[in-house]
């Protein structure tokens, strides 16, 4: 299983890149297994403020909806819109091409409280 160093995590299973005040967001590799073939990625908060903890939007699969939770207070400036044409990029590449939103967010100190790669590792172990 893919879990790369240079990213955080939260207990929801999504992906955090941070680049300055910009945050790329995904669903990890574990989550993505776990959902099987995703069919539709659903982002209705494209330039919304969306607090840490509501939703954001949903991921799809062929047997389940699933919602997507944000990591960080902040807007929703860019949709991933490779995934409307192709969705199981988010199966095939979850920390590249399969990238979700990125967050424009002013508040670093919720950096804090995401999980580096081996507390994530430790998580999904149970």
């Known amino acids: 299983m893919n879990i790369p160093s240079n990213l955080k995590y939260t207990k ?14 995904g669903i ?3 989550a993505q297994g ?27 699969a062929v047997k389940t909806v699933s919602d997507l939770f944000m990591p960080l207070t902040g807007e929703v400036c860019e949709f991933n819109e490779a995934l409307e044409d192709d969705p199981e ?19 670093d100190s919720q950096i804090d409280a995401l999980l580096d790669a081996d507390a994530y590792k430790d998580l999904i172990a149970g």
């Not at 929801?12 to 967001?25: Q, Y």
């Not at 908060?45 to 939703?55: I, K, N, W």
């Open 89 to 107: 990029l988010v199966n095939t590449d979850p920390y590249e091409k399969g990238w979700m939103i990125k967050i424009a967010f002013t508040d």
């Open 12 to 25: 929801d299973h999504e992906w955090i890149k941070i680049e300055g005040n910009i945050a790329t967001v």
């Open 34 to 60: 776990e959902l099987g073939d995703i069919v539709y990625v659903d982002v209705d908060t494209l330039d919304d403020t969306v607090e840490e903890g509501d939703v954001f939007g949903s991921v799809e």
């Open 28 to 30: 990890t590799d574990f």
